[in-house]
């Protein structure tokens, strides 16, 4: 076997590629990198560490073991940054900042010298935008995430974030909790390294990537704090030695069978809205769609297995102790693709025929004792909707699965946040909310669906009720909550037609969102409808002039691959 190129591939150009060559390896030297290393396979490790990203605060010591693992199966390691997407630092949401890491990501893969790569990534936007990166570039890569918080404890509870967050916020909307103890329960939800401890956008995205073969096997779950953790970080770095010399692409491993295998196990894990969108865009990169009808079809033949907040009880600390993805994707395994090769080199089903030691079955339950019959995910069709919108009936009150209602409408989310409120809104506990111009083009696309609770209603009692938008959720949040509506109401869809009083009907069982205004209304309410204004430069302006809506994973457009032949 020939060894890959390793630091003497893709040289500067100043058209004399031994001058190149011979600059490259000077200044290469000046790093005190000796000879016979520089001459070993390359291994990338693109980091993105930030004093902006807590979620990433172990990348140091994963770097560290990245490279112990490269050394010791005899590669050079070489970590480089990117940028690094903090969840809650960003502003206005870290959304329209996933495609601009990944751009960065790609375009530095395809840029050094590298024959393979280990991604390092953890919060919500950043395994998705290193995935995407990865999979325009095609050079072998692993992903390696930053793992799971561990739960703090408040007065003999559990607590993880986000989802008991959003649990302490509402009691203390509706009064039932008060300044102080806020503030106590403040210090207590996030009380590790780590990315956020329940099955939210993370967790979700950490999982699925190991489905779709992109990890190595077993790691996705392994808490940030754990020893294994930084196994599992060596191994990454001795198996980006072996794709470095073997190489197996993203494209060989990210195919419509293994997208379909991760969608599959998004659907049992009860998982993030959110992960549709990321999912979906890393396949775009490379051409690959899975329609809608078949999305749904999916969900309705897969079970929820895994139970864990915000859908069931436990958190990612006993996903981990009870056996992991291994033991989700063992129960599904008649369901799945499984010729799939992963980045170990192995099939899907050579890795599920290993046998497990042990699994707890209160946290990952048979295929035959499931959390719920149907998946966790579907998509909404309709006159309100008519490219889609996004459910999630798992974290759904099913008494509001079939409802009528009267729309009680928000501009925006400054409209939101000025009346929601207002002891004058007219409000009552059947109507359904409903936000515009919170998607890609209106706003980014915040995770603002999870809209609040009226303060009048929350104190009367009340839990939940239908809640409408173009906008997504944090994957930590639950509740009767459509998103994603498409097209959104920025780019005139059907949302921003929607005024106070109309009707609007929900009915999960024939995945249906619909307004019930008459079409010729809904049209002549359009014909009148402005664009709200644009960005005029920079990144902001690129991203509204290219985004796509979400059913095409609100990628740039110039971004995504050609279907494969
Ligand atoms: Fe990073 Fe939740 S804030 S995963």
Request: aromatic letters at 4%; charged letters at 25%.
């Amino acid at each position: 076997m020939s060894e890959p190129p390793g630091l003497d591939g893709g040289l500067t150009n100043y058209g004399d590629r031994d001058f190149a060559r011979y600059l490259r390896r000077s200044m290469a030297r000046s790093m005190g990198i000796s000879t016979e290393l520089l001459n070993k396979p390359v291994v990338g490790i693109a980091i993105s560490p930030s004093g902006f990203n807590n979620c990433h605060r172990t990348m140091p010591e994963l770097t560290e073991a990245v490279s112990r693992g490269v050394l010791a199966a005899g590669g050079l390691p070489r970590a480089f940054p990117t940028i690094s997407l903090g969840e809650v630092f960003l502003n206005p949401t870290s959304m329209v900042f996933r495609n601009l890491m990944s751009m960065d990501v790609e375009e530095m893969i395809r840029a050094q010298p590298m024959d393979a790569v280990v991604l390092i990534g953890g919060c919500d936007k950043t395994v998705p935008a290193q995935l995407m990166g990865a999979a325009s570039a095609d050079r072998p890569a692993i992903q390696l995430v930053t793992g799971p918080m561990m739960t703090g404890r408040y007065k003999g509870e559990r607590l993880g974030a986000c989802t008991d967050c959003r649990r302490f916020w509402a009691k203390f909307r509706a009064g039932e909790v008060d300044r102080d103890e806020i503030e106590q329960v403040e210090g207590r939800l996030a009380v590790t390294a780590g990315t956020c401890a329940v099955m939210g956008t993370a967790s979700t995205m950490a999982c699925i990537t190991e489905a779709l073969g992109m990890a190595l096997p077993g790691t996705a779950a392994i808490p940030a704090v754990d020893a294994q953790r930084l196994v599992a970080a060596e191994e990454s770095g001795k198996a980006a030695v072996r794709l470095a010399r073997d190489p197996i692409r993203p494209s060989e491993i990210i195919t419509t069978e293994s997208v379909e295998n991760a969608f599959r196990l998004l659907m049992s894990l009860g998982g993030s809205t959110n992960a549709i969108l990321h999912l979906t865009a890393v396949a775009g990169r490379l051409g690959i769609r899975i329609p809608f009808a078949r999305l749904n079809a999916i969900s309705d033949e897969t079970p929820v297995l895994v139970d864990l907040k915000p859908v069931g009880e436990g958190y990612m600390e006993d996903m981990y102790a009870a056996g992991g993805v291994g033991a989700v994707l063992r129960e599904l395994k008649g369901l799945l693709h499984l010729d799939c090769i992963g980045v170990d080199g192995r099939t899907l089903g050579e890795r599920l025929s290993e046998p497990l030691p042990w699994v707890d079955r209160k946290v990952v339950r048979t295929f035959d004792d499931p959390v719920s019959r149907v998946g966790g995910l579907i998509v909404l069709s309709g006159t309100l909707a008519p490219e889609g919108a996004m459910f999630k009936r798992a974290a759904a009150t099913p008494a509001l699965f079939e409802a009528e209602g009267r729309a009680v409408v928000f501009e925006n989310l400054e409209d939101l946040s000025r009346r929601i409120d207002d002891p004058a809104l007219d409000v009552e506990r059947n109507d359904i909310l409903v936000l515009k111009n919170a998607g890609p083009n209106g706003a980014g696309m915040p995770e603002a669906g999870y809209l609040p609770i009226p303060a009048k209603l929350a104190r009367a009692g009340v839990k939940d009720m239908v809640r409408i938008s173009d906008a997504r959720m944090s994957g930590t949040a639950y509740g009767t909550i459509v998103l994603h509506t498409a097209p959104e109401a920025a780019v005139g869809g059907p949302l921003a037609a929607v005024r106070n009083g109309d009707r609007i009907r929900l009915s999960v069982s024939r995945k249906r969102i619909d307004l019930l205004v008459d079409d010729n209304e809904i049209r002549r309410r359009l014909a009148d409808w402005v664009p709200p204004p644009r960005p005029t430069r920079g990144y902001g302006k690129l991203f509204r002039n290219t985004v796509l809506q979400a059913p095409y994973g609100c990628d740039l457009d110039f971004l995504v691959g050609e279907t494969p032949s």
